[in-house]
């Protein structure tokens, strides 16, 4: 598998903690490569609806606003519920 090296922020570092402390993924790369795939899939489906980037940009904000979760999260979340 290739790798790849990325600079984060220490929030995020600290979400992708939170994320394998939790059980939702067995390892911060998993959770990165997880959230990679959902943002994949989100721009394949605005490319759908034409949808601009901000806008999905704006809409993941609102769900993080709303729920104090990012997309991803929130995501899990469903999943776990159905």
């Given at each position: 598998m290739?790798?790849?090296s990325?600079?984060?922020s220490n929030r995020?570092?600290?979400m992708?903690?939170?994320?394998v402390k939790s059980g939702y993924y067995t390892s911060q790369s998993e959770a990165i490569r997880?959230?990679?795939r959902e943002l994949y899939f989100l721009i394949q489906e605005k490319n759908k609806k034409n949808i601009?980037?901000?806008e999905v940009r704006e809409l993941t904000?609102?769900?993080t606003k709303k729920t104090g979760?990012?997309?991803s999260q929130v995501i899990i979340e469903s999943r776990d519920e159905e």
């Open positions: 290739p790798m790849i990325v600079d984060i995020m570092k600290q992708t903690d939170e994320l997880d959230a990679i601009t980037l901000e904000g609102q769900i979760k990012n997309l």
